[in-house]
């Protein structure tokens, strides 16, 4: 691996939000080149359906564009796929589990259990 | 050097190299630098800030490049033939008369980049401007003698040891 000092020193001095703008918007025309690769789909035909000129998609794809939400949920639903995707918060999910003849030890019954062949146990995870 | 003269000799120079790329650049004879350093030395100060957010975007596609996704055929600006821009992935409103930064490049494959140098372009073509033109010019110079090169030992570009091989030992 080699690193060069005055290329480090000038990635240093790129302002944040800059580097997060070109992460995502490089993020995001791969991510549409890839769903283009994978519906065997050519940049011409992408262009017809989204009604823009073949120039226009070639300049998304280099990562120069800043795409509305619109034109991403068009895009979306073109390619049959999200482009990108808002994060969620955590979520709490409870599962029950069967487990045949499991006897549960006293002090952990949670009140989920109905006859000592079938019993269950809830489990509490984060989504 | 005059712009318009293609005579200087030199070699290409591993600049910086990852797991995901390795980015070569000129280094001709009785020079310090290479021509992509030379690039970041002139402009890396630039005063007006339309023109440092070029710089900045520039440095931070490559250091994206380096450190993730590669020399991604579908993210380089096309110049003519096979001479390659790097894009400017920022928005920002142009004020007219500055001008835009470009920095030329040869893609070789998604993991070797050889990056020319580059400036300001205040014309529509990058032939109009002489400056521009010459560094174009050499890049192209530099691309077709590693053509013939690969051509004559039947390398593929994809095939990453052999290439690196003809691009460590050609003379430009």
Redesign the interface.
Known sequence: ????P??D???A???PE??E???L??DI??RI?DLLKKNKMTQREFAALMGKRESEI?RW????H?FTTTTLSKIAAVLGEPVVEVKKGPEVRYVFVPVQGFITPSESYDGSYNDRNHSYFSMKYFN | MRPGTLCCMGKLE??????NLSIYSPKFDGEVQTEF?KF??DN?SLPHPQLK?D???I??????MVD??GA?E?????EGRNIKAI?????QKRSKGVGTLRLYCIRISEKILIIGNGGIKKVRKYEDDPVLKDIVDRLRSIEHKIYVAARKTKADYEDYQEVKIIIETITI
């Open positions: 691996m080699k690193k060069n005055l290329f020193k000038c990635v001095t790129v302002a800059v580097m703008e070109v992460s918007n490089v025309a791969n080149y070639s794809l280099t990562g120069s800043g | 591993l600049v910086i190299e990852s797991d350093e970041m030395s890396g957010k710089f900045d975007a440095i931070a596609v490559l250091r994206k993730d996704c991604r579908n993210l380089f600006r096309l894009p400017l992935c920022v928005e």
